[in-house]
């Protein structure tokens, strides 16, 4: 058995609703029984692509710590977060266009309870106290056929304590007033961090996005979280996949992931420590497809 030092990842807001965002222990033992140094490459993406060459609309820089604005690709509604939260958040200048965006520099610390200091995004549906407009969520799990959604980033040189992520909130309400889970998809895993929780299965596959994954769960802010995480050294800096093979996926192992809504999906970067500079979240989108 090996332990980590552990910090849950969470957001991002000022005043009152800062009190959401708070994080669990300091460490966590790992119960899996392979290593992460022993894991293979993933496999390309295997769903045929939906990134094609999108029109990008919607655009803006800022260096302020809570700039949102709205954005759209090809015409759908999504929405950007500057959300640089953190309590040791000292300054970011972001360039975004659409779904794509640069952190074209960024410093700032972990918090004393590993907090990181932002997690620049950009989101479709209903996420934190912001809405996009409409995208096709929130919508009830079972009128889902299909919630496809692809990202992809570049590192552009940047080997520091980041990651790159997937956040996607559940609810057993169509709104936040019954916001019930999180569910994310970690396409890089900065060496010496981890999820919140306690590691439950080591080096799996998920259909239509094939392995390894390592899979954390745990709680935090008292809700429910399931985290599919790259092994370190392994990064995805391209994926598509169907969210709701995620959500299968954690049914059938018997993780507390409750929720009969998916309120949003959303990607970015969860920033522990600068300097960072010049890296990219080149496309991002989301297709709900309804049964």
């Known amino acids: ?62 260096s302020e710590q809570y700039t949102k604005s709205d954005v759209k690709r090809n015409d759908v509604n999504y929405f950007f977060m500057a959300n640089g939260w953190g309590p040791k958040f000292q300054s970011q200048t972001i360039t975004w266009n659409g779904t794509s ?23 479709c549906g209903m996420y934190s ?29 940047n080997t520091g304590s980041y990651n790159a992520a997937y956040d996607i909130w559940l609810s057993t309400t169509s709104d936040m007033t019954g916001f019930s889970a999180y569910l994310m998809v970690w396409l890089r895993d900065p060496s010496g961090a981890q999820p919140a929780g306690m590691r439950k299965f ?29 092994a370190e050294g392994y990064d995805s800096p391209a994926l598509e996949m169907d969210v709701m093979d995620f959500v299968r996926d954690a049914a059938a192992r018997k993780l507390d992931l409750p929720g009969s809504t998916i309120l ?10 600068g300097p960072i500079t010049n890296l990219q979240s080149n496309d991002f989108y989301v297709q709900v497809q309804a049964q």
């Open 1 to 62: 058995m090996t332990c980590h030092r552990l910090w849950s990842s969470r957001l991002e807001l000022p005043g009152a609703l800062a009190a959401l965002a708070l994080f669990g222990t300091l460490a966590s033992c790992d119960s899996g029984a392979s290593s992460e140094d022993d894991a293979a490459p993933p496999p390309a993406t295997v769903l045929p692509s939906l990134f094609g060459a999108p029109v990008q609309s919607g655009s803006g820089t800022t």
């Open 101 to 123: 965006f640069t952190v074209d520099n960024m410093q700032g610390a972990r918090g004393d309870n590993y907090e990181p200091a932002t997690y620049p995004t950009v989101f």
């Open 129 to 157: 106290d912001s809405r996009s407009g409409e995208c096709g969520l929130p919508r009830s799990i079972a009128s889902i056929q299909s919630l496809r959604t692809g990202w992809r980033w570049s590192a552009n040189g």
């Open 202 to 230: 080591s080096a799996v596959e998920v259909k239509n996005a094939p392995g390894p994954w390592n899979i954390w769960a745990g709680t935090v802010n008292n809700k429910p979280i399931v985290n599919y995480v790259r």
């Open 264 to 273: 949003s999906v959303a990607v970015g970067f969860e920033i522990w420590s």
